[in-house]
């Protein structure tokens, strides 16, 4: 008989995978929406013989439209709502100056790594350092985009945007678009890669995981475990965090910015760099 606890924590599982489906739609629907928005505007400013014209952006008045009433009633206003305030999480600091580079490329980057040999990846982040051992052996395309994409500075100034505290115990980073208004992020290097390792993967803490919306999708997206996690083996394991997994729980524990068990980290969590070495 499955427990009420098993049976939380498998909803909290289902949530997560749909979450990560979801971002691949919400990226193709916002890519949609500025694409109809651009030829929307495009229409106005040839109608009106190079004039942008917005409808009530300058109100309207009345006699044109025949009215006899010389008061009108004001529009209600609605009321918008609060932005969360984000509050400071003891140990972490203002990141370092600087943006996301954006880069994107068409295809996988070409092998370079020695499956045979060591690679670390150091996260030098805003809130302390993560040293993660990636296991080039059995995750050997993965540790490659990793090596490539860390020396393209590619996350550098990039966002951990995601923190899940219930059921799943994972802190995402990896999305350089870092959406504000989308949890799950919808952001990639423009690539997308084959799962590997996945035959009996788990996922307890110090797990480092590729995050992703289905296989074979896997981009730049990536999970750090900081707690012993169920979830089904789709998720490519490459890697153990060897130092500072008290860094990631105390993102945890500082909470969501929205009060919610999965959203953004309170923490403003940033990589002033992350870099990829051999040995």
Request: charged share 20%; proline share 7%.
């Given at each position: 008989?499955v427990?009420?606890?098993q049976?939380?924590r498998q909803?909290?599982?289902?949530k997560?995978e749909?979450?990560?489906?979801?971002r691949?739609e919400?990226?193709a629907?916002?890519k949609?929406r500025?694409?109809?928005l651009?030829?929307?505007l495009?229409?106005?400013?040839?109608a009106?013989?190079?004039?942008?014209f917005?409808t009530?952006?300058f109100?309207?008045?009345?006699?044109?439209?025949g009215?006899t009433?010389?008061?009108q009633?004001?529009?209600?206003?609605?009321?918008e709502?609060?932005?969360?305030?984000?509050?400071p999480?003891?140990?972490c600091t203002t990141?370092?100056p600087?943006?996301?580079n954006?880069?994107?490329?068409?295809a996988?980057?070409?092998?370079?790594?020695d499956?045979?040999?060591s690679y670390t990846?150091?996260?030098?982040?805003?809130?302390g350092?993560?040293?993660i051992?990636?296991?080039?052996?059995?995750?050997?395309h993965?540790v490659?985009?990793?090596?490539?994409?860390?020396?393209?500075?590619y996350f550098?100034?990039?966002?951990?945007?995601?923190?899940?505290?219930d059921g799943?115990f994972?802190l995402?980073?990896?999305?350089?678009?870092?959406?504000a208004?989308?949890?799950?992020?919808?952001?990639?290097?423009g690539?997308?890669?084959a799962d590997?390792?996945?035959?009996?993967a788990?996922?307890?803490a110090?797990?480092?995981?590729m995050a992703?919306?289905?296989p074979?999708?896997n981009?730049?997206q990536f999970?750090?475990?900081?707690?012993?996690?169920?979830?089904?083996?789709k998720?490519?394991?490459?890697g153990?965090?060897?130092?500072?997994?008290?860094?990631?729980?105390k993102?945890a524990?500082a909470g969501t910015?929205?009060?919610?068990?999965?959203?953004?980290?309170?923490?403003?969590?940033?990589f002033?760099?992350?870099?990829?070495s051999k040995?």
């Amino acid at each position: 008989m499955v427990s009420s606890e098993q049976r939380r924590r498998q909803l909290a599982r289902e949530k997560y995978e749909r979450q990560m489906e979801r971002r691949v739609e919400i990226a193709a629907a916002r890519k949609r929406r500025n694409t109809i928005l651009g030829a929307s505007l495009a229409v106005v400013v040839l109608a009106g013989g190079g004039t942008l014209f917005a409808t009530g952006a300058f109100g309207s008045d009345d006699k044109d439209k025949g009215s006899t009433s010389g008061a009108q009633a004001a529009p209600t206003r609605t009321a918008e709502p609060t932005a969360p305030t984000r509050k400071p999480v003891e140990g972490c600091t203002t990141p370092a100056p600087g943006a996301p580079n954006g880069k994107q490329w068409q295809a996988e980057p070409a092998m370079t790594v020695d499956p045979g040999g060591s690679y670390t990846m150091a996260l030098d982040t805003n809130c302390g350092k993560v040293t993660i051992a990636l296991d080039a052996a059995k995750a050997p395309h993965t540790v490659n985009s990793f090596a490539y994409l860390a020396g393209e500075k590619y996350f550098d100034h990039t966002k951990c945007h995601r923190l899940t505290t219930d059921g799943i115990f994972v802190l995402q980073c990896g999305d350089p678009t870092a959406s504000a208004t989308v949890p799950g992020g919808a952001g990639g290097p423009g690539y997308k890669f084959a799962d590997e390792n996945l035959t009996g993967a788990t996922y307890p803490a110090g797990t480092v995981a590729m995050a992703n919306s289905g296989p074979g999708t896997n981009g730049s997206q990536f999970f750090l475990v900081y707690k012993d996690t169920q979830l089904p083996p789709k998720y490519t394991p490459f890697g153990k965090i060897t130092g500072g997994l008290d860094v990631v729980q105390k993102i945890a524990a500082a909470g969501t910015l929205e009060g919610s068990t999965d959203g953004h980290p309170m923490a403003d969590v940033t990589f002033n760099s992350l870099t990829v070495s051999k040995g």
